[in-house]
């Protein structure tokens, strides 16, 4: 399954670039080598020297998935808020997550970027009230006293915030234990979103909840193609197999529910035009339309079946919407429109355009919707 962002061979410049902002990114936000490590499925020496463009394997490779993780990164962060659309994306997803927390099991969820996982996720989370926790785990949950201080953070639990593991981890038990109440209460479900950056005894930790009798923990682990090959395995060479003995094989057993979508699957026509239209409806009225013109959604469905993503609809639509307050223009939602913004989301326009497609309209620009 080629996963990675394989769109021409690198350039010296493009190295450079993308090393460059991986080093800012980590300097900001406190990233180790050995987190970043794990996040590309490498060892610890090759990331670091390929950071600094020391590597001298097959370093295009690696770059190419570090580029792909940092666009990753910067797309959940431009997300808007638009309403839960219903997808069959989305239903499948609430359906992985219904089963595993009816049956106190492990449910697991594989999709590419950008195919409304995670929307789905907070949907169900937001659904099923304080009996549901969300965690999106990155690099700041990867460890297991960061991900149980997250957890008892979010059972509402007060504690001493330099907390151990050994003190902390067993009062969370005795509150999820609680919620259970041997078999005549609910179980506590968490959903853990971008689950392949958590460690591996972050992963044995939560896998040992849901085994314990007094506590059940139903789980639901969630991320991309990348999770599918870290608890199958098939990434475990040299310095990963000694940490995923025993542990993954034990969970993949206790799996009741799975969903994984292929990278190259069919996004399909009716869940791009409700996207679509969710997203018009969020608009200020001097840009929203009951409904786009019949080959716009045309055209929608075909960037989004280009690469698997529902989010190119969001941000086309928004891009459009911001090209034309800045011109002071009423936009029509033509196919036009839709393809002149394309590099404002990192595209290139599939037509050749002499002229903007943007008329000015009497009058101020519209406010900006309210972020």
């Known amino acids: 399954m080629a996963a990675e962002d394989n769109h021409g061979p690198l350039t010296d410049a493009d190295r450079t670039a993308i ?8 300097a900001a936000e406190g990233i180790s080598d050995v987190t970043m490590a794990r996040i590309l499925g490498c060892s610890g020496p090759l990331y670091s020297q390929l950071k600094v463009l020391k590597y001298r394997g097959n370093a295009d490779k690696w770059l190419r998935r570090l580029r792909r993780w940092m666009t990753d990164r910067s797309e959940r962060a431009d997300l808007i808020d638009v309403e839960y659309v219903h997808t069959t994306i989305g239903q499948s997803v609430l359906t992985v997550c219904r089963r595993a927390w009816s049956k106190s099991r492990i449910g697991r969820i594989v999709t590419p970027s950008g195919c409304g996982k995670t929307a789905a996720l907070r949907e169900f989370a937001r659904r099923g009230g304080s009996r549901v926790l969300y965690v999106q785990a990155g690099e ?39 919620y259970y109440a041997e078999g005549r209460g609910t179980p506590i479900c968490l959903l853990v979103d971008e689950a392949t950056t958590l ?36 990434t475990g060479r040299g310095w990963r197999t000694r940490e995923m003995l025993g542990g993954y094989e034990q969970l993949n057993s206790r799996i009741a529910a799975d969903y994984r979508l292929a990278v190259d699957a069919e996004i399909r026509e009716p869940d791009v035009r409700a996207v679509a239209d969710a997203v018009m409806a969020s608009l200020p009225e001097i840009s929203r339309r009951r409904a786009l013109p019949a080959r716009s959604y045309t055209y929608l469905h075909q960037l989004a079946q280009a690469d698997g993503k529902l989010r190119n609809v969001v941000n086309r639509i928004e891009a459009v919407a ?28 599939r037509m050749a355009h002499t002229d903007t497609p943007f008329t000015a309209q009497d009058g101020p620009p519209a406010a900006r919707r309210a972020s």
């Open 322 to 349: 911001d090209v034309a307050e800045a011109a002071s223009a009423r936009p029509t939602w033509s196919v036009a429109e839709l393809d002149y913004v394309a590099p404002l989301v990192g595209h290139a326009c």
């Open 19 to 26: 090393a460059t902002s991986a080093r800012e990114i980590q």
């Open 140 to 178: 700041a949950c990867s460890a297991k006293l960061t991900l149980i201080r997250e957890i008892a953070r979010q059972l509402g639990m007060s504690h001493d915030r330099s907390a151990s593991f050994g003190v902390l981890a067993p009062l969370v038990r005795e509150v999820l234990a609680g």
């Open 199 to 234: 460690r591996p005894a972050a992963i044995n930790m939560l896998r040992n909840l849901s085994d314990d009798a007094q506590v059940r923990l139903a789980l639901v682990l969630a991320d991309t193609w990348r999770l599918d090959a870290e608890l199958s395995g098939r």
